[in-house]
Every structure is written in structure tokens, then in C-alpha cells.
């Protein structure tokens, strides 16, 4: 630690150039009065580093809690510092263009508010969504009814769509852990996430894109501004770009380069991202646009100026996640496992010297290991991990092995005393799940989760761990933020409806039963059949014409309204309505409050 470069205030000074004005007080609430963001509660980490988090965290949290208004050029602002995500906002001839409006509504209109507070009504003339992730298009309602051109990477619908809405009740639940938000804002609770202080809590919306950017060297005019896309696909999003504004001499690097090591694999879940590729997109930035920019800027942290200093911090961001990709094969094709990999890896001294490459939401740890699944899977190759008993029978056997609950607590203690809490950990996660009602396994747990939540350099390790410890010793916190919002759900194609139906179909009760419905949506002019057979519910889109059980003339909208629970009147059918009933009978309900840390 006292190697680092404490005394570069570098970022300090890149995080308050441009300052114009502050939102006063920082707190956003809903209609109904809910506060949705407080960016005042985090005015604690204005004090010194407490012993109670780690300085580097603290560093970083200090930097993503200035709030306010910023110009990043001529015409060029950015709101910061009002949800975990940055709003830009580019002028143009008759009115300004919004990139990325943050997560909720409530958030993107008082961002909005600030800057016309200050630049003037100007109204919005067109939106761009740098990428497929919540944060970068849910407050979208609040600067534009939709009545404006939109611009988003190809594949955004899908991408955007699918991963909020096939497991998004999982990962919504986990992302409770992520950002912590129900951790209490203070030294010894909630400090940040690293990319940003945390979510917004407020409406999240969407609006379909009218212009995909299909390619690479794309250039579109709006509103008089001219821009030039890059395609990054399958970097820190399946659907993202970048982009050049030539005439202000702009790069906007969506959040392929921000002012830390990214998540390769994030720890509420997602699809693994592709290092190799996101490495190599980072180098076709710098060739395609570093001449041209004197400003490059994404859609969290601060910018980076001048021309000499974009490429460095661009190169150094790029080879980070080459050294990551390429030395994690290099031991996989030694015999080494993931777990292994993450132990040794240690990174280049060049990249540890500067700040932007620390694991503040991604981590070296986890990094490694979602790389080596990435390639060769869950699986390390040795068999005794190839069958292993569940976490709670599992727990039984080691806490029997361990002389029983006081013994393996004793063990624990032992562990806590050498100061290797990691093991004493998971001696304690085998007693509380071996027994939930061991008071003491849980109480020492939470100590244990404690201690290291505040030991890490990683905001997102720090919220998992400081909330675990919030579920030992109190209730259940359930996610405050929807991301099934009405908007995704209308979202939605008909066979990604009929998929949200498939995955929530209790198989082993619908083992014996086989029917076919046929939809037709008049509105759309499509015809759907779903299947079901041995417990699977398939779809197929335009099918050859056979009986079926029971045949469905309705819009999408009733279709949503038909799934909703909402009755079918209106509906037109022909056949046994009884199938309809049955399949609703054979549909699990999500569980959005399940237990993470404890059985």
C-alpha cells in the first residue's frame, strides 16, 4: 500500500475540471415521495481513510462522490455523480443530445434539470445508449417521450431485453449484494461500488432504438453534430460501441475504459465477457481515434485530456486485460486451475504503479477465474469435484468431521487468531449451513465477513461481504429495483415471451402432460405454436398446419395482459380453453428474496 502513488492528485484535479454547479441537496425521490438517490449521504468520505475501509477504496470513493454539472468540452457536459452511471449531454444546432440516461427516470430528469439550469431550455433532439446495460437506458423517460431519434449498437433490443428479463430475478437479487443498498452509508457500511457509489432505486424505462449502428466507420449527423461509430461487440457488453465527435475532437469510450479494472464476469451474473477481443478493440480505438481526440471520456468516472495521456491511459487499459486473458491460458495450459491461476496471477509493477488498473469492480481474482470458465467451464478436470455433495449436505458431513458444531467453531477461532480469515470463513459457512440456528456460528460469521469486507480494495467484494454479514445477523433485504420494468417487458419479442414462459415451467410436473396452442397475433401478423412435450415447452414460429388443442386470436398487448394474469377478455379462440388453465397451473412463481449466505 505505501508504494502507491498517493501523491498524484492527477485524478482529483481530471474528476473537478469543468465543475459548473452542484444539485442541491443531491437527493432525488419518486412521485410517491420515495427517495430514489442521496448523493449527501455519502458526504462522510470528505474525512479521512477510518480503519475500517481500505485507503485505495476510499481513494476511488472519494473521487466517483463529486456531484454536479461538468463541462468536458465546447458543448460537451456530463451530470456525475447522480446515479452509478454518468449522463452526457452534447449541444447541438436547435438542442441537445442525451447519451446514456442512467438508470431511473426520477434520476435522468433532475440530471436534465441541472444542465438546463445552467446551459438553458434547450430541448432534447436525440438519445444514444452506448450499450445493452440498465444503467446506460432506464431513466430514458425521463429526458424524451421517445418522439426523438434514438441510436443504440446493433443487437441492443436483444441483448438489452434478454438478460434483465431471463434471469433477471436472480441477478436483481444478487446485485442487492453488488451495490448494497440497504448497507447503511458510512465508514464502517456502504462506500461505493467502484464504478460509481451505487444504483438508483427509482422507475426504470426503455425505449426501442429507431437507427442501429450496423459497422464500424458508421457515421451519422444529428442535429448537426457529426459522429463516427466503432463496433466493440462482446467487450464489456454483447451490444456496445464507441464513438468520435470529429468536429469537437471527442472520443466517447462507452465504459470499454474507465478509471478501473472492469468486471470480466460480474458478481450478480451475466454472460463472460471476451478479454482477448476487448483487448484488441482498445487497440483499434486508439488507432482509429486517439489522433483526432483531445478529450476522451465514458459513461462512468472522469475524463482524461490531452492527447499523450489518452493513448497511455488507453494502451495501459488494454494491455491490462491482454495480460489478464493471456497469462490466465498461459497457466491453464500448464494444469493450473482457475482458483490457482487467481492465486498466483500478480500483475505487470507498470500497471500496479497506476490507479486506473485496480480492482475497484472487477477484480484480478475473480477476473482470472471468469476467463478460465470462459474456456474449459465450472469443471478444473479433477473428478472429486465432479459429483460433490450440495452446500448443506456437504456442510454436515465436514462440521461432523470437525467433532461437531463446537469443535469446527473452535477450529474457526483457531483460523480467526492466525489471521486467516479466509479459512475460518469457510469453516463457519459449513456450521451455519449444517445448522441455520447456531447463533454463535452465525454472530462469528458475521464478524468474519466484516473484517474482510472491510479489508477490500474491491467495492463490490465489500458490499458482498458486508451483506452477507447483514443476512447472519438480521433479515433477508429483498432488491428495491425492478428491472422487469413495463417498458422491458413490452420490449419483448413473442418467442422471448413464450421463452420467460418456458423457463418458469415446472418440468417434473408437466412430465405427463402434452399439448399444443396455437397464438396468432393479428397485430403483427405472426403465428406461434408452443409445445408441450416430455416437461419442455417448445416454440416454433410460423409452423406447418396440424391440430392443436387450442388456437388464440389476440394482440401482443393481450397476450402481456393474457400472461399477467389479467383475464382474456377480447380473446377469440377456438378449442379446449382447459389447456390454457393447466399451463398456468404448471408455472413456478420467481423467488426474488432467496437467501444467498445462509440455507
Known amino acids: 500500500m505505501a508504494d502507491l502513488p498517493f501523491h498524484d492528485r492527477s485524478d482529483f484535479d481530471n474528476a473537478e475540471r469543468g465543475f459548473v454547479a452542484k444539485l442541491s441537496p443531491a437527493v432525488v425521490s419518486a412521485a410517491d415521495g420515495r427517495v430514489v438517490w442521496d448523493g449527501d449521504s455519502f458526504g462522510f468520505l470528505e474525512g479521512e481513510c477510518p480503519d475500517t475501509a481500505h485507503p485505495s477504496l476510499w481513494r476511488q470513493g472519494q473521487l466517483c462522490a463529486k456531484q454536479?454539472?461538468?463541462?468536458?468540452?465546447?458543448?460537451?457536459?456530463?451530470v456525475r455523480g447522480l446515479d452509478l452511471s454518468n449522463m452526457t449531454l452534447v449541444e447541438g444546432d436547435t438542442g441537445v443530445i442525451v447519451i446514456d440516461p442512467l438508470i431511473s427516470t426520477e434520476c435522468a430528469a433532475a440530471a436534465l434539470r441541472l444542465y438546463r439550469d445552467h446551459r438553458g431550455e434547450r430541448p432534447v433532439t436525440a438519445v444514444i445508449?452506448?450499450?445493452?446495460?440498465?444503467?446506460h437506458f432506464g431513466g430514458v423517460r425521463g429526458v424524451t417521450d421517445g418522439s426523438v431519434p434514438i441510436l443504440a449498437p446493433a443487437g441492443f433490443m436483444e441483448h438489452a431485453v434478454s438478460e434483465n428479463v431471463y434471469a433477471g430475478i436472480a441477478m436483481t437479487r444478487r446485485s442487492v449484494y453488488m451495490y448494497g443498498p440497504a448497507l447503511p452509508r458510512s465508514a464502517q457500511g456502504q462506500i461505493g461500488a467502484g464504478l460509481g457509489l451505487t444504483t438508483s432505486t427509482g422507475t426504470m424505462s426503455l425505449l426501442p432504438p429507431s437507427k442501429d449502428i450496423t459497422h464500424t466507420g458508421q457515421q451519422e449527423t444529428i442535429d448537426g453534430v457529426r459522429m463516427i461509430f466503432q463496433l466493440t461487440p462482446g467487450t464489456e457488453a454483447p451490444a456496445e460501441m464507441n464513438f468520435l465527435f470529429p468536429d469537437r475532437r471527442a472520443l466517447c469510450m462507452a465504459e470499454n475504459a474507465t478509471h478501473n479494472q472492469h468486471n470480466i464476469l460480474t458478481l450478480r451474473g451475466?454472460?463472460?465477457?471476451?478479454?482477448?477481443?476487448?483487448?484488441?478493440?482498445l487497440t483499434e480505438t486508439i488507432t482509429l481515434f486517439a489522433g483526432q481526440a483531445d478529450v476522451a471520456f465514458a459513461s462512468h468516472h472522469w475524463p482524461t485530456w490531452g492527447r499523450e495521456s489518452i493513448v497511455t491511459f488507453l494502451s495501459e487499459q488494454r494491455d491490462m486485460y491482454a495480460y489478464l486473458h493471456d497469462q490466465t491460458l498461459r497457466l491453464m495450459n500448464q494444469g493450473l486451475t482457475g482458483g490457482e491461476i487467481?492465486?498466483?496471477?500478480?500483475?505487470?509493477?507498470?500497471?500496479?504503479?497506476?490507479?486506473?488498473t485496480h480492482g475497484y469492480y472487477g477484480s484480478v481474482s475473480h477476473n482470472v477465474k471468469a476467463i478460465?470458465?470462459?474456456?474449459?467451464?465450472?469443471?478444473?478436470?479433477n473428478p472429486a469435484h465432479l459429483w460433490e455433495h450440495p452446500p448443506l449436505e456437504q456442510a454436515r458431513r465436514y462440521v461432523e468431521c470437525m467433532g461437531g458444531s463446537h469443535g469446527a467453531i473452535a477450529f474457526a477461532r483457531r483460523f480467526i487468531s492466525d489471521g486467516d480469515l479466509r479459512f475460518a470463513a469457510t469453516i463457519l459457512n459449513h456450521v451455519v449451513f449444517a445448522d441455520e440456528r447456531d447463533g454463535e456460528a452465525r454472530r462469528l460469521l458475521a464478524e468474519v465477513y466484516t473484517r474482510l469486507g472491510h479489508g477490500c480494495e474491491?467495492?463490490?467484494?465489500?458490499n458482498f461481504y458486508l451483506m452477507a454479514a447483514l443476512e447472519l445477523t438480521g433479515d433477508v433485504v429483498p432488491a428495491d429495483l425492478d428491472a422487469t420494468s413495463p417498458d422491458m417487458i413490452g420490449a419483448l419479442t413473442v418467442e422471448q415471451i413464450f421463452d420467460t414462459l418456458a423457463i418458469r415451467l415446472n418440468g417434473p410436473e408437466a412430465w405427463n402432460d402434452r399439448f399444443a396452442i396455437d397464438w396468432q397475433l393479428t397485430d403483427l401478423g405472426e403465428r406461434h405454436r408452443t409445445t408441450l412435450s416430455n416437461g419442455a415447452l417448445i416454440q416454433q414460429a410460423d409452423p406447418p398446419e396440424q391440430p392443436v388443442d387450442l388456437t388464440l386470436r389476440l394482440t401482443k398487448a393481450q397476450l402481456l395482459a393474457l400472461l399477467a394474469g389479467r383475464g382474456s377478455d377480447g380473446i377469440e379462440h377456438e378449442g379446449d380453453m382447459g389447456v390454457l388453465r393447466r399451463l398456468s397451473e404448471l408455472l413456478d412463481s420467481p423467488t426474488p428474496d432467496f437467501a444467498i449466505s445462509t440455507p
Do not use: K, S
Request: with cysteine.
Open 68 to 78: 454536479g454539472l461538468y463541462e468536458v468540452t465546447d458543448g460537451i457536459y456530463q
Open 342 to 356: 487467481a492465486e498466483q496471477m500478480r500483475m505487470p509493477p507498470a500497471l500496479e504503479q497506476v490507479w486506473h
Open 270 to 281: 451475466a454472460q463472460v465477457r471476451d478479454t482477448r477481443i476487448w483487448a484488441r478493440y
Open 458 to 462: 474491491n467495492g463490490t467484494w465489500r
Open 372 to 381: 478460465y470458465q470462459r474456456y474449459l467451464g465450472w469443471f478444473d478436470g
Open 129 to 135: 445508449y452506448t450499450h445493452c446495460h440498465g444503467d
